[in-house]
């Protein structure tokens, strides 16, 4: 596609349960990066792919949340047994290479009732 | 210490004025810098890389000073349209480190 194209655009789960959010990247594109935004916060680091190298799980806030990229293109990101805390904009990135300008999707809004 | 820093404001500025945004950065091995512009409930976007030789688009200007570790956004001549958060960006390794964000409001 033309541009990163994130899903689902807004998710409301009750606490407790599982969620997944979808990133396309921009075809190319060797990087990904997803990034999770707090209300009138900046962007908090979660986890970065690059091509077929193990990913940076670095910025993973608790062992509830982890992210694959299948096929070195789509990724998902799986939140477990979710929390009021985790509500946010989940925003995902791709760059064609590690140190080259990001582009963002539109965001996933999770809200955890 | 924070990566990277900004004064997060707001600034309100009337339209036509010429407003000044300031970064600073920790790490002095950081190789790439740039601004990105959000609006509200939008996701980022690039709004100009920063070079240390400093580089102009239009009304906006950056500027690099890796001895002071800062970056800088210069808008000239405001316009409505300019009101948003703007993101220092740094990129250390693999990393993209942000800023929090400035925010701009232009006022008719």
């Known amino acids: 596609g033309a541009g990163v194209s994130q899903s689902p655009s807004n998710k409301v789960t009750e606490k407790g349960k599982d969620v997944e959010l979808r990133c396309d990247p921009i075809s190319g594109h060797t990087a990904l990066y997803w990034y999770r935004q707090s209300l009138g916060q900046g962007l908090e680091f979660l ?6 190298s193990a990913p940076d799980k670095s910025g993973l806030p608790s062992d509830r949340f982890s992210a694959e990229r299948t096929g070195g293109s789509v990724s998902t990101l799986t939140i477990q047994r979710t929390q009021q805390e985790d509500s946010a904009v989940y925003l995902c990135a791709s760059s064609y290479g590690t140190v080259e300008k990001l582009f963002f999707g539109s965001g996933t809004q999770l809200s955890v009732l | 210490r924070k990566e990277v820093e900004q004064d997060p404001g707001p ?34 976007k690039l709004l100009m890389s920063v070079y240390s030789s400093g580089n102009e688009d239009g009304r906006f200007t950056a500027q690099l000073n890796r001895a002071s570790q800062y970056i800088s956004l210069l808008i000239r001549d405001s316009k409505l349209s300019d009101s948003a958060t703007y993101l220092c960006v740094v990129i250390t390794g693999n990393q993209f480190y942000f800023g929090t964000g400035t925010s701009l409001t232009v006022i008719p």
């Open chain 1, 47 to 52: 986890i970065y792919f690059q091509g077929n």
């Open chain 2, 11 to 44: 600034f309100n500025v009337p339209e036509g004025a010429t407003v000044a945004f300031n970064c600073t950065y920790s790490n002095s091995a950081s190789q790439s810098f740039f601004w990105y512009r959000q609006d509200c409930r939008k996701e980022p």
